[in-house]
């Protein structure tokens, strides 16, 4: 028998706030990103707002009124120096550094769209974001500006600014980082585009601010909860990557939902949290960025997490007490000797999102540190916070939580039906951190948003109490014999072995059950046999579960923030069965 909708509309969730997290959403107290980023500046203006953390301890700061400061000079250079209207699509494009934050408000104070771009990005993806979005602006890093050549002319952006990673540093740490890249030959390419430097931007930002008597606030005017606020780009694990637009108002109210379940575990000013996850992907950008400088935190920035020993100076000079990560980041420092002899003794919570949470990674990191990982949900078309699991209160183990207050959540089947409870069912949402839609891209947007729902691709199932477990993408699932295998399940079995590091399961045409199961696996050390592994799948799965086919590698392709790649296996394997 289905569950109506109106039982999943009683949200048995809310029962599990607790006292400290109210039922009803409160309405976000600023009008815009701007506004609450001048208060956070006039509140905190002393205290470290950023520190970049390199790989040799090396580091350089900012503080609260630093950055504001800095962002005003970039929001006038952009609107009265480039001429750019409220509105603009200006493309950000760096690691995390110091340049990112002041770039980043810069654009928002300036009342135009940030338009997230990985550095690591391809000339060709480059152009498909450039062109896509409209850009007119790019603030790029300068070790990846001579990708700019041969695509620049086919986009609309007329001015490039070009930071790099040790922007804001002192002189000599300036030049001693610069010297590192030389003797690891890793010597700057040139820049033959035309351009302008980050600081020489400032400057002149600056100066004309001073000059003209420039009131930035006034960029902002009529900017409000329905106003565009970013473009950010899906992260292509499915497809083609698209623009999710999303508001002030968006972001703001997720801003308000996840303050609402976890603001009382936080003491304004005296936070540190841990950036390893780049900030131009929307978890960190929402969680690490804004919502830790909303509070006054000490953001500290590390501009690569790879390899994993890039974290070690940052945890030793530090005293860290937030960090986000994904499963594979957790998993990693964990197999790093130097974190489990010394675990960092401030930490008060880890939060995981991206990709499922295996869990003995859970486990094995709560023996290790003391602390709980709390596994959230979401997606970049939400901005992307939809459920957490509560960090004092109940907390279910290989669950995603509960929905944050505002939040409708369903189940429903192929035909848009609520699935009985307990079953599993595509999750679909609703709330005011939804997306406005797709750039540019009304029919997609009519196939995620649907009646003012957001349909996510995700299957999972709820429990009695409204917590919900992700089973798996829908795109992934693998049909054996008329049988649903999901491979996360698979996975987390597989990842109870002590000698696995690393594991994939994808699902392969089979000619007797229509799918069969394939796992990727990445050893720990050496031994490990494909027999012990369907040895050990056995005692945990059902045999249509079981992994037909193995293989060992070295690595598996993986995101920028470390969410492993499905997709580029079986396309891998799709290759190599077609030829």
């Known amino acids: ?17 607790g006292t400290h997290v109210a039922r009803d959403l409160p309405l976000p107290a600023q009008d815009n990103l701007a506004q609450l980023l001048a208060q956070s500046a006039s509140r905190f203006a002393k205290e470290t707002a950023f520190t970049t953390c390199m790989p040799n301890g090396m580091h350089g700061s900012l503080s609260f009124a630093q950055v504001d400061a800095y962002a005003d000079a970039f929001a006038v250079y952009l609107r009265q120096v480039l001429g750019l209207a409220q509105g603009a699509r200006v493309a950000l494009q760096t690691p995390n550094c110091l340049a990112y934050p002041v770039a980043a408000f810069g654009i928002l104070k300036a009342g135009c769209v940030l338009v997230n771009t990985n550095p690591l990005y391809t000339p060709s993806e480059m152009e498909h974001q450039f062109r896509d979005s409209g850009a007119e602006a790019l603030v790029i890093v300068d070790m990846f500006a001579d990708k700019l050549d041969g695509i620049l002319a086919r986009t609309g952006i007329r001015q490039v600014i070009v ?51 420039v009131d930035v606030a006034a960029f902002t005017q009529g900017i409000g909860h329905s106003s565009l ?41 005296k936070e540190v949290v841990l950036t390893a996850l780049p900030l131009y992907h929307i978890f960190a950008f929402t969680f690490n960025l804004l919502c830790f400088y909303t509070v006054g935190a000490r953001n500290v920035l590390v501009p690569s997490p790879r390899p994993i020993q890039n974290l070690q100076r940052a945890f030793d000079n530090y005293k860290i007490t937030w960090i986000s990560g994904v499963n594979t980041l957790f998993n990693a420092l ?54 957490f699991n509560p960090i004092s209160g109940t907390h279910k183990p290989d669950a995603i939580g509960i929905p944050v207050p505002g939040t409708g959540v369903r189940l429903v089947d192929d035909a848009g039906k609520p699935v009985a409870l307990g079953e599993p069912g595509e999750l679909i949402v609703s709330g005011p951190q939804v997306m406005q839609g797709y750039w540019n891209r009304p029919d997609e947007t009519a196939k995620t948003v649907r009646d003012g729902w957001l349909y996510t691709g995700d299957i999972a199932i709820m429990d009695r109490d409204g917590y919900f ?41 089979d000619s007797k059950s229509g799918e069969a199961v394939r796992a990727y696996i990445v050893p ?44 580029d296996l079986k396309a891998e394997y799709q290759a190599k069965a077609g030829g």
């Not at 059902?542 to 193995?550: A, E, F, Q, V």
Request: proline fraction near 6%; glycine fraction near 8%; charged fraction near 25%.
């Open 1 to 17: 028998m289905n569950l109506p909708a109106p039982l999943y509309d009683l949200q048995p969730w809310v029962e599990h706030y």
């Open 163 to 213: 930071a790099e990673v040790p922007q804001f540093f002192s002189p000599v740490p300036r030049a001693v980082i610069r010297g590192v890249m030389k003797w690891w030959n890793r010597a700057l390419p040139k820049i033959t585009v035309k351009h302008i430097r980050f600081d020489w931007a400032l400057a002149e930002g600056a100066m004309v601010r001073q000059r003209d008597n």
């Open 229 to 269: 606020a970013a473009l950010q780009y899906t992260g292509g694990t499915t497809g083609v990557s698209k623009g999710a637009m999303l508001t002030h108002g968006n972001l703001l109210n997720n801003l308000t939902q996840a303050f609402a379940m976890g603001r009382s575990h936080i003491e304004e000013g």
């Open 334 to 387: 964990m197999n790093e000797e130097w974190f489990t002899a010394f675990p960092p003794r401030h930490l008060k919570a880890a939060v995981a999102g991206g990709a499922a949470l295996q869990h003995a990674v859970a486990e094995r990191w709560q023996s290790i540190t003391g602390t709980r990982i709390a596994e959230g949900y979401g997606l970049t078309e939400s901005s992307p916070v939809v459920c």
């Open 469 to 509: 477990k992700i089973v798996d993408r829908k795109k992934d699932m693998i049909l054996v014999s008329g049988f649903n295998v999901y491979p996360n399940e698979v996975e987390d079995a597989i990842a109870k072995m002590d000698a696995v590091l690393e594991v994939a399961v994808i699902g392969v045409p």
């Open 524 to 567: 720990q050390g050496e031994g490990l046999t494909e027999e012990a592994v369907r040895a050990h799948c056995k005692r945990l799965l059902t045999d249509y579960k079981l992994p037909r086919n193995i293989e060992f590698r070295k690595e598996l392709p993986k995101t920028p923030i470390g969410k492993i790649l499905r997709k």
